[in-house]
């Protein structure tokens, strides 16, 4: 079976979030992907996130119609409001597949040029094999900049253009897949009060409007969270 991460704050998830998933699912053959919104990211520590709920409850919605879209809580917040980390996430995911199952993790390609910064990313390169999604005009070199070089396998792999093959894992690019929606944009419109039809998924833009999220009010419950 092929399972795939999908995390992310999901503030809120959108039309980009979902297509970019689409085309790794097809592209390599997922039968599940696991969409994670992070409870207490380390990287936004200090930001001021919709509530965790709110966020799960966007991505339920989301993944409503599409059996293999699995909506997932692993990072849920917890008691002490320390930081969820991938590495972690990946362990836990990992403990309850089978010995023949393979684990991705799909990212977009801003994020993975950051993952050096992550809690040991070198680990986590050896435990998952990676999918990055870049937009068109992306250029691939940066990617492969990305992995250390001892990380490579000992002797040189013949392996497809858009593959980078690790010691234990693999980087996979997805190229060309044109999403640009931004859930900040999202929240800054429905603050304006402009539509936002076609940027979300339409039951979670229902959601958002029934439950007045990213309004003034909201904005104000989110600085005082």
Avoid at 96 to 104: A, G, N, S, T, Y
């Amino acid at each position: 079976m092929n399972i795939a991460i999908f995390g992310g704050t999901f503030d809120p998830i959108h039309a980009g979030h979902m297509k970019a998933a689409r085309a790794a699912q097809r592209r390599f053959k997922l039968d599940r992907i696991l969409f994670i919104p992070t409870g207490n990211p380390p990287h936004k520590i200090h930001d001021h996130l919709t509530d965790f709920a709110q966020r799960y409850a966007m991505v339920t919605l989301a993944c409503a119609n599409i059996p293999t879209f699995i909506p997932c809580t692993i990072e849920a917040p917890t008691v002490d409001g320390s930081p969820r980390y991938s590495i972690d996430t990946v362990r836990a995911v990992r403990r309850k597949l089978r010995q023949h199952d393979r684990l991705f993790f799909l990212v977009g390609a801003d994020a993975f040029l950051d993952l050096p910064h992550w809690r040991e990313f070198r680990r986590l390169l050896d435990s998952v094999e990676f999918i990055v999604v870049s937009r068109p005009g992306f250029d691939p070199d940066a990617i492969r900049q990305v992995a250390p070089p001892d990380l490579l396998p000992a002797r040189r792999l013949a392996q497809r253009a858009e593959t980078i093959r690790l010691r234990h894992g693999a980087i996979h690019l997805l190229p060309g897949v044109e999403a640009p929606i931004a859930s900040r944009d999202i929240r800054q419109a429905v603050r304006t009060r402009k539509p936002v039809t076609g940027l979300v998924p339409k039951l979670v833009e229902e959601y958002i409007l029934k439950e007045g999220l990213f309004g003034p009010s909201a904005m104000g419950k989110r600085l005082h969270q």
